[in-house]
């Protein structure tokens, strides 16, 4: 950034050297043009060292969102349903990205029980008409319901 500002600087000592003034059509063109580049190098600047603040802060967020992340699941897999569990499955890349992927929000989820542990599932309703459907459970990596088992409908809602 400094080097934009010197720049600038060294443009501006030429035109005072070469007696540019506002005095004629030219010289109002160019002294203003290089006002607007010192005004742009200063925007620029303050861009430069927000965007810096912004990518510290973000990466800060990230760390903090990983230290809990790791915490949950550790909680969530030493306490889950009795059963011994590696943690480093449920702490590698790609089961935090299924976990990302989930959507809370979605108002057309089914509960269904987990028959083994009693835990509750969360499944989009839409996917229950997937004929290869199979879901299993979180907690205990168990078929909680496959598409070709017969559930009434009042099991599921």
């Known amino acids: 950034m400094a080097e934009l500002k010197e720049k600038i600087s060294y443009i501006q000592g030429l035109a005072d050297g070469l007696n540019i003034d506002d005095k004629s059509a030219e010289g109002k063109v160019l002294v203003h043009m290089l006002e607007v580049l010192e005004d ?76 083994h542990c009693g835990e509750l599932v969360y499944v989009e309703e839409d996917d229950l008409a997937d004929e290869e459907l199979e879901i299993l459970c979180p907690s205990c990596n168990l078929v909680v319901f496959e598409s070709n088992d017969e559930l009434e409908e009042e099991e599921i809602f």
Do not use: K, N, R, W
């Not at 990466?59 to 903090?64: K, N, P, R």
């Not at 499955?89 to 990302?100: A, M, Q, S, W």
């Open 40 to 115: 742009m190098a200063e925007i620029i600047e303050d861009i430069d060292v927000s965007q810096a603040e912004l990518e510290d802060y973000v990466e800060a967020i990230d760390e903090d969102l990983a230290e809990l992340e790791t915490d949950f699941l550790e909680t969530e897999v030493s306490g889950c349903c009795g059963h011994d569990h590696d943690e480093d499955e449920y702490l590698d890349d790609e089961y935090l990205d299924e976990l990302d992927d989930i959507d809370l929000e979605d108002d057309e989820d089914v509960e269904v029980e987990c028959p």
